[in-house]
Structure formats: structure tokens, C-alpha cells
């Protein structure tokens, strides 16, 4: 079964367009809820909500610092998700945390209470495959697209056994290192969407170190899209409001329509 | 029983794993099928056990505490692993990781520090073996021990301040992590406690069961058998895990002491962080806590994994002194003995101290994990 987030990423990849992932971090600020709204109309097909946690090792700097912000302001996971609720954003959600985060919460109440406020997907990247079984298990049975990470030091093994128990998409890591704006597209970022593609008919999108509108169009090259975060978050710690945030996104989504 | 290898995906029981982000799995698991081939090698364990010997100073002696035995009542050993080069059992670690680091055609050492020890041993191993060193160290402790900052720029590392989170040594270790994450290609990271992904938390046990063998046989001879209880300090719980593994199959009684700022075991529940799922200090909602403790090497709010199991089994208990009780312990033991102790194996006498009615006439080993130079100048702060 097709879940929302991949529906729409097919959508329009099938209509012959690039994807595009952009990622809002969940209790930045009292007006997080109306960026993640302005960035849909802005044109992302799919929206992550990142649930900040204390210890994110796959985070650099800048979304380090919209997470210390969001938990210094009292947001929690509970907190975000009943936010979502009755947001209304416009385009499928995902959220994207750390496994402790669930396990805390307990996989079942914590998958059941994603599908409750409206969140289709969920990224986890600190669960690998050797440790993904039981939440795909608890996924699966409630309905949540689990979306799993292919990094570019994986070997060519490797790779089809993450593109058979993805949903949603494919997030091939674009570099080797953790989320931020680099000046210049990291060559893997090509690499791992082309050794993506040829094997999967789930939407290949490419995110970490994807950080201006020609990048992203760079990146989407061989693939079927991008996520964009950082650039996304810097532009809410500096507080820019929804439609300064929305504004970069319409950028992206220009470049990606012009290729 | 003796401590047991993990299974195949790592676990201790229901604790351990290889929570770690899909780039470092090929990472973690070549170096587990490494290690298990230097370890099965001759020749490694022959040039191992060559620089333990004429390099690090082992075996460290076994001492008895007259004075104190008489102040406590009951018959105290010290296991000196202060008296190792570099002033800690965490040489015992870094010199296994950097040889098979060098094995593996890796080029730089990457680690994280609390205290400073596990630092100046992998910046020690690192000048040795000719190999890069990058060490990461939360603000909060780059302050507390300036010296043993400059000791490791003066062995030719890189220090770099970790300035998120806590600022302790939680955060050193995320950033370890992060930069792995980018570089692990040619960096070796060179964890230091028996944490993280497996194979780190019996790797690093391995590696530390030198001193625990030593301890058993320095029993026997000193004792005629091993004695009644063996106590040591846990941050992580490496030293700890070390002396264990020499007296888990006796009927010995096991006590790792945590800061009751700090205690995992005494107050967390289970949790995933760092690599691994195991006992650690959280929110009702999963944010790690921030761990508070006078000294930084056991200034962590989870602990290895093998320890949640061995509490979880009841074959090891593990118990909490406070801050105050550490700095009565650090004195008491410079005054009757003439051994100044770290601030951290001073947490294993404090409980000692404090318990020497429960202990009247039981013989007790403590690991002396590491000496106290380090703390001095933080020491005069408090006791001026």
C-alpha cells in the first residue's frame, strides 16, 4: 500500500517534476506552524517536522541550535504533535527524530499518536537497518511510512535491502557528514542517487549538504528530488517569519521547475 | 559466570546495539570482524602486550591499605592502575584501539574526554604510533582540567571544545560522533569507555580484562583467593568493567559506585543514546538529562551496557555517593595512605568509607583507576 507521502512524491515525480522535502523544525518559535503552512504553498510537496531532541549526532550546527531554542521554549514531542492536529498544512507530513524519542514514548503509542495528529512519515536517523526490525513492524501495522536513510558509504548490498523496507522515499545521505549548508554540492550527493535510482521505483530524494536552489538542482539530477533543511531552519533562527522562509522555498521549487 | 561474549547484534541481555546513523554501520562492523581477527592473531597480542609491558608500565601492583584497613575495619587492596603511564587505566584501551587502528590503515585517532584521561592516553598512543590526533572535550571540562588540556597539545593533539548541550563529556562524545560521521574513511574513533555501538562495549571491556587478570592473581597471592567484594567507580564503567571481568566467576560480590549526579544505573531507564540502548538518565519525554558530578570523568548520564545487564541480573549492584563524600574520600585516602587518588576512583572509597560498618572485616578491593594529579588544582578551589 502507497501512503501519502510517497502518493505524493510520485505525483510528481510522474508528472515530470523534482521533489521536494522541506524540513521545519517543530516548536521554533510561537509561528512554526505557519512557516510549515507557507512552506506548502510555497511548493513543497512534503513537509519533515523536526522533533528536537537533546543529543542529535546527525545534526550540525544550525539545526543544533533551532532544536536548543524550540527545547528551551518548552517544546516536547507531545507538545508538537498535538500542534498538528488540526494544523491543516496542506501537504503530507513526516516527522524526523531520534529513536529515543519513540522508544521512550513506546513504538506503538508513539506510531499511533503520528497517525492521530496527521503525520504520515517518520525519519529516524540513528536506527539503522540492524535495528530497524521492531519499529518497521510497529510501523507497518499502524500505518506509518517509515522512511530510511542510504548513505553513500554503504556498500552495493546494502542498498536494496534499505530500498525494499523504505516508504515514502528513499533518503539518500548526500555526504559523508551531518546536516548544514556546505559552499559546493558534495560529488556523492550525484553518486548516491545514481546508485539509487537504478534499483528502486520508490522516489529517490537526496538531502544533507543540499543548501542553495542550483545545488538542488544539481542534486536531483540523477535522482527524483531533494530535502532541504538547514537553509530552511537558518532562515527561522533568524527569524525571518513565514514568508521570508517561504520565499527560499518558492526559489527552490523555481529551480527545480526550470531544471 | 564469567562476563560473556555479546550476541551477534551486540546485545547484553536486552542492552547494547548499534544505534548508530546508516553511515557508520560499515564502519562499526568492519571494525568488529578487525578486531576479531587482531585479537585471534598472535602478533598482535605478542606487540600488545609488549608496549602494555615495557611501554605502559604493567603489571600495576596490588597494594594493601594498612593504615586505612584499621581506620575502616575491614582488609582494603588497592588495584594501581594510577601507577600506569599516563596516570589511568584507560592506556590499557587506547594502546588495543590504536594498534588496530594502524592495522586497518587508519590515520588519525578520534576520541572524546571527560577528565582528560582517556584524552591523554589516545594523544599519548596517537605520538607514539605516529598517527593523528583529534580530541573533543566538553567547555565545561576544558576549564576544570587545563591540565591535562595542555598535556595533550604538548603530545602533539588537536583539542577541540565541544560548546553544545551540556558541555560535558555527553556532548564531546556527540561531536565525536559527528565528526566520524565525516571522516570516517581515514579516522579511527577511539571511544573510551565501554560504550557506544557494539563491538565498542566488549571491545573495550577486552582490552581492559588485562587488569582484571592481574587483580585475580594479585588476590590469590596477597589473599589466597579472591576477596569478599570488589568495588570501583562508573562513569561509562570501563575500569570497572575491567576489574569485574577478573572476579565475575567467583563468588565475590561486584560494586560499581556512581555520582549520585550521574547515576544511570540508580536512576535512569532505559534508553537509546550514543550507540547503544541501555540505562540512562532521561526527561519523561526521552531528552537525555544533564548529568552533574565533581568529576568530569564520571560526569555522563548513561552508562555501558554490559553494567544495565549485570544489574539487570543482579550479578553486579550498583550504588551512589555524593560530591561531598568524594572530597572526604579524596583526603582521607592522601593522609592514610600517601596516595593521592583521582576524583573518580575516589567515588569507590567514598562508598567504602561510608559503608565500613556493612564491610567490617571483609576484604575489599578497590580499582584505583587513575591518580589524582589532574584534580589537584580543582581540589584547592574547594578545600580553600
Known amino acids: 500500500m502507497i501512503g501519502p507521502v510517497e502518493a505524493a512524491l510520485r505525483a510528481r515525480r510522474d508528472g515530470g517534476g523534482k521533489c521536494l522535502v522541506v524540513y521545519v523544525t517543530g516548536g521554533l518559535g510561537d509561528d512554526w506552524l505557519d512557516t510549515a503552512r507557507a512552506v506548502a504553498a510555497a511548493g513543497a510537496d512534503v513537509i519533515e517536522i523536526g522533533v528536537p531532541f537533546s543529543d542529535p549526532v546527525m545534526d550540525g550546527p544550525t539545526i543544533q541550535a533551532a532544536n536548543d531554542v524550540a527545547l528551551a521554549g518548552g517544546a516536547t514531542p507531545v507538545s508538537i504533535l498535538n500542534a498538528l492536529r488540526d494544523a491543516d498544512v496542506g501537504v503530507p507530513l513526516a516527522v524526523m527524530t531520534y529513536y529515543n524519542i519513540a522508544f521512550r514514548m513506546g513504538l506503538e503509542r508513539f506510531a499511533e499518536s503520528l497517525i492521530v495528529s496527521g503525520v504520515s512519515g517518520c525519519i529516524l536517523p540513528d536506527l539503522p537497518l540492524e535495528e530497524a526490525g521492531p519499529w518497521l513492524e510497529v510501523a507497518a501495522d499502524a500505518g506509518v511510512e517509515p522512511i530510511l536513510l542510504a548513505a553513500p558509504t554503504a556498500p552495493d548490498d546494502r542498498l536494496p535491502r534499505i530500498c525494499e523496507r523504505t516508504r515514502g522515499f528513499v533518503y539518500g545521505v548526500g555526504l559523508l557528514g551531518v546536516t548544514g549548508v556546505r559552499s559546493e554540492l558534495a560529488a556523492s550527493a550525484v553518486e548516491i542517487a545514481s546508485r539509487l535510482k537504478p534499483i528502486t521505483d520508490v522516489p529517490v530524494l537526496v538531502g544533507v549538504g543540499i543548501g542553495t536552489p542550483s545545488q538542488a538542482v544539481e542534486a536531483s539530477s540523477h535522482g527524483d528530488g531533494v530535502v532541504v533543511g538547514s537553509a530552511v531552519v537558518q532562515r527561522m533562527v533568524d527569524r525571518a517569519g513565514p514568508e521570508g522562509v517561504a520565499e527560499l522555498v518558492a526559489d527552490f521549487r523555481a529551480a527545480l521547475d526550470a531544471g | 559466570m564469567t562476563l560473556q561474549e555479546p550476541t551477534p547484534d551486540g546485545r547484553f541481555g536486552e542492552f547494547g546495539g548499534r544505534f548508530v546513523p546508516e553511515t557508520l554501520i560499515p564502519a562499526v562492523l568492519e571494525l568488529e570482524v578487525e578486531f576479531r581477527k587482531a585479537w585471534a592473531d598472535p602478533t598482535f597480542r605478542t606487540e600488545l602486550d609488549a608496549l602494555l609491558a615495557d611501554y605502559a608500565g604493567r603489571p600495576s601492583p596490588m597494594t594493601e ?294 564491610l567490617a572485616g571483609k576484604s575489599v578491593v578497590v580499582n584505583l583507576s587513575g591518580r589524582g594529579d589532574k584534580d589537584v588544582a580543582q581540589m584547592m578551589d574547594i578545600l580553600a
Open chain 2, 65 to 358: 591499605c594498612h593504615n586505612l584497613s584499621s581506620e575502616l575495619g575491614c582488609r582494603l587492596f588497592l588495584k594501581r592502575e594510577d601507577l600506569n603511564h599516563t596516570g589511568s587505566h584507560k592506556i590499557n584501551n587506547v594502546l588495543g584501539q590504536a594498534l588496530l587502528a594502524q592495522r586497518m590503515g587508519k590515520t588519525r585517532l578520534l576520541a572524546e574526554t571527560g577528565a582528560g584521561q582517556h584524552g591523554v592516553a589516545s594523544a599519548t598512543a596517537a605520538a607514539l604510533l605516529g598517527m593523528e590526533c583529534c580530541v573533543y572535550m566538553g567547555e565545561v571540562d576544558v576549564k576544570r582540567q587545563e591540565l591535562n588540556v595542555f598535556r595533550m597539545r604538548l603530545l602533539g593533539a588537536e583539542v577541540r571544545t565541544a560548546m553544545s548541550g551540556s558541555r560535558t563529556l555527553k556532548d564531546a562524545v556527540n561531536e565525536a560522533m559527528r565528526d566520524w560521521v565525516a571522516t570516517v574513511a581515514e579516522s579511527h574513533y577511539c571511544l573510551g569507555s565501554v560504550m557506544g555501538p557494539h563491538p565498542y562495549p566488549w571491545m573495550v571491556r577486552t582490552f581492559h580484562e588485562v587488569l582484571g587478570r592481574e587483580a585475580r592473581e594479585q588476590s590469590e597471592a596477597l589473599l589466597g583467593g579472591p576477596p569478599d567484594m570488589v568495588v570501583a567507580c562508573v562513569g561509562g564503567g570501563s575500569n570497572a568493567i575491567g576489574i569485574f571481568s577478573g572476579f565475575s566467576d567467583a563468588a565475590t560480590e561486584l560494586v560499581g559506585v556512581e555520582p549520585a549526579g550521574g547515576a544511570a544505573v540508580g536512576r535512569g531507564v532505559p534508553g537509546v543514546v550514543h550507540g547503544m540502548d541501555s540505562y540512562l538518565m532521561q526527561d519523561e519525554f526521552g531528552q537525555v538529562l544533564e548529568a552533574e558530578s565533581i568529576s568530569a570523568g564520571l560526569d555522563y548520564p548513561g552508562v555501558g551496557p554490559e553494567h544495565s545487564h549485570l544489574a539487570s541480573i543482579g550479578r553486579a549492584r550498583y550504588e551512589a555517593v555524593t560530591d561531598d563524600e568524594v572530597v572526604e574520600a579524596f583526603q582521607l585516602l592522601s593522609r592514610s595512605e600517601g596516595i593521592i587518588p583521582a576524583l573518580e576512583p575516589a567515588h569507590a572509597l567514598a562508598w567504602v568509607s561510608r559503608e565500613r560498618a556493612a
